[in-house]
Antibody, heavy 116, light 107 residues
Framework: EVQLLESGGGLVQPGGSLRISCAAS????????MNWVRQAPGKGLEWVSS????????YYADSVQGRFTISRDKSKNTLYLQMNSLRVEDTAVYYC?????????WGQGTMVTVSS | AIQLTQSPSSLSASVGDRVTITCRAS??????LAWYQQKPGKAPKLLIY???TLESGVPSRFSGSGSGTDFTLTITSLQPEDFATYYC?????????FGQGTKLEIK
């Protein structure tokens, strides 16, 4: 079964850091582009970052550029999002999703709360 | 960045109705448009990609159309499980973006 499972969310203070993970199974992780999409409480979807399949090129929304870093460990079939200099407005459910452009498989999400 | 504007933001309809949601892009995006359905507390689900191609397993009452900057999602004969929030998304450039969402509620 194709599956994505996020973990690592939690409560962090403004200015702090957090790394969230997404474990993939049931498909060839190394050749697929992967993405992070977030949803603030009661709000819509916001694309955050993408990493291409083979070249490993990375892309970021303006709102997180310079603060967040997307990466992947192909040996562990795991996608990461390192989040630094966190702000209150980064509070959201973070979803990982598969594929370039059209997100066909989604995880269940992990909640990140930035608050003092 | 390409902006997507959906209308309406919310919509009330009855089981059996036909509804249409529109999505307008701030610039041309060719056919790089997808539609997602999201139910409360759940992850989004891909319904349609490349404007009009139905994802596997999605009922045929869902359809998409459009080109350039104007796109539509149509649901014919609404079913109880269709009441949800719908989002359009563009992938014409690598700075992907979503519309603000359309909440479809039971009348």
């Amino acid at each position: 079964e194709v599956q994505l499972l996020e973990s690592g969310g939690g409560l962090v203070q403004p200015g702090g850091s957090l790394r969230i993970s997404c474990a993939a199974s049931g498909f060839t992780f190394s050749s697929n582009a992967m993405n992070w999409v977030r949803q603030a409480p009661g709000k819509g979807l916001e694309w955050v970052s993408s990493i291409s399949g083979n070249s490993g090129g990375t892309y970021y929304a303006d709102s997180v550029q310079g603060r967040f870093t997307i990466s992947r460990d192909k040996s562990k079939n795991t996608l990461y999002l390192q989040m630094n200099s966190l702000r209150v407005e980064d509070t959201a459910v973070y979803y990982c999703a598969r594929n370039w452009g059209t997100f066909d498989i989604w995880g269940q999400g992990t909640m990140v709360t930035v608050s003092s | 960045a390409i902006q997507l504007t959906q209308s309406p933001s919310s919509l009330s309809a009855s089981v059996g109705d036909r509804v249409t949601i529109t999505c307008r892009a701030s610039q041309g995006i060719s056919s790089a448009l997808a539609w997602y359905q999201q139910k409360p507390g759940k992850a989004p689900k891909l319904l349609i990609y490349d404007v009009s191609t139905l994802e596997s397993g999605v009922p045929s009452r869902f359809s998409g159309s459009g080109s350039g900057t104007d796109f539509t999602l149509t649901i014919t004969s609404l079913q109880p499980e269709d009441f949800a929030t719908y989002y359009c998304q563009q992938f014409n450039s690598y700075l992907f973006s979503f519309g603000q969402g359309t909440k479809l509620e039971i009348k």
